[in-house]
């Protein structure tokens, strides 16, 4: 009924005017105010008084009563539940424990000594195989030996061509020693408190000299003027008398005196016959003299090898 009267005023305030519609407005809002304030108010007070009341009683008496219940009946089951375990556990598993172990003991030894014993007896009955014997590996058949340096070559070759050989030889030893080196380095000792490389080929080139200038009287077998010398010293002396006039050529020009004076001294042995052959032989003043120059040569040839490796 209520909602019928509202809506009935309602389209009643849109017919009326404005001004009717204001006054309408107002008295809507004061009765809704008025209807629904008390009942709010009412209900507040009665939920203040009801629900402390109602909820306060069941709260205390349920503290009361778990308070008392609760350990009374835990306490009885956990004690007797300790002492049954303590009883029974111990009793049943001790017996099983000691009767496997002696079962084991007994029965493990007696089924596997049996078999192993049998294996050996029938391992001893069996006959070894026979052996093969290895082969015996063929001896090395034996090293042929080494020929000596240009072998082929020196096969019948005479005297004289064996002595124009080594004397080739050796001045190749003695250019290979000294290729590549410069004139800074040629004027440097080789060791201390001996020559440089410089004054060695200086004397290699006065030896060929001296060969030369003595060349026709050794060829008839006069000796050497040096060969009576057994003196260091004296040696000393006149190697030193031989290279005095010859220090002031540079290393370019003591290098090509080197070259030029074997070469005469080569293209006058040529010119010497192969007969008699004693005249090549150590017997004549003329092939020793001859033959002590490729040892010579090449053991300055060394010295000059050795110094430029340790330097």
Same mark, same amino acid.
């Given at each position: ?21 204001k006054?309408?407005?107002?008295r809507?809002t ?8 008390? %009942? ?8 203040? &008084?009801?629900r ?5 009683? %069941? ?11 609760? *350990?009374?009946?835990?306490?009885a ?7 049954? $375990?303590?009883?029974?556990r %111990? ?7 000691? !009767?496997a172990? &002696? ?23 069996? *006959? ?10 063929p001896?090395p058949a ?8 240009? =072998?082929p070559?020196?096969?019948? !070759? ?7 050989? =080594?004397?080739?030889?050796a ?5 290979? !020693? ?8 040629a ?7 001996? #020559? ?21 009287s ?8 040096w060969?009576h010398?057994?003196?260091? !010293? ?22 090509r005196?080197?070259? $030029? ?11 010497? *016959? ?5 005249? #090549? $032989? ?7 003299s ?11 040839? =060394?010295?000059i ?7």
């Open positions: 009924m209520a909602a019928r009267k509202k809506t009935a005023k309602r389209r009643a305030a849109k017919r009326a005017p404005k001004r009717a519609r006054v309408a407005k107002k809507v004061k009765k809704r105010t008025t209807r629904r304030a008390a %009942p709010r108010k009412a209900a507040k007070k009665r939920a203040a &008084k009801k402390p009341a109602r909820r306060a009683a %069941p709260r205390k008496a349920a503290k009361k009563r778990t308070a008392k219940k609760r *350990p009374a009946r835990r306490a089951p956990r004690k007797a539940a300790k002492k049954r $375990t303590a009883k029974k %111990p009793a049943r598993r001790a017996a099983p424990r000691k !009767a172990r &002696k079962r084991v003991t007994k029965k493990r030894p007696a089924r596997r000594a049996a078999p192993r014993k049998a294996a050996k007896k029938r391992a001893v009955r069996r *006959p070894a195989p026979p052996r093969r014997p290895r082969p015996v590996p001896a034996p090293e042929a030996p080494v020929p000596a340096a240009f =072998e070559q020196k096969a019948g !070759a005479t005297a004289k061509d064996l002595l124009l050989f =080594e004397l080739e030889r001045r190749v030893a003695v250019l290979a !020693a000294i290729q590549g080196l410069g004139s800074g380095s004027m440097q000792p080789v060791a201390e408190g001996k #020559w440089s490389t410089h004054e060695i080929v200086l004397h290699l080139s006065v030896r060929d000299r001296m060969r030369l200038d003595e060349f026709d050794m060829l008839a077998g006069n000796p050497a003027s060969a010398i057994d003196d260091p !010293a004296i040696y000393a002396e006149m190697n030193e008398e031989h290279l005095a006039p010859l220090r002031h050529l540079s290393w370019d020009e003591a290098v005196l080197l070259m $030029t004076t074997r070469a005469e001294l080569i293209e006058r042995l040529q010119a010497v *016959p192969d007969e008699p052959g004693e005249v #090549w $032989t150590e017997a004549h003043p003329f092939g020793a001859m033959l002590r120059l490729p040892g010579h040569d090449r053991g300055h040839a =060394e010295r090898k050795n110094a430029r490796l340790a330097g």
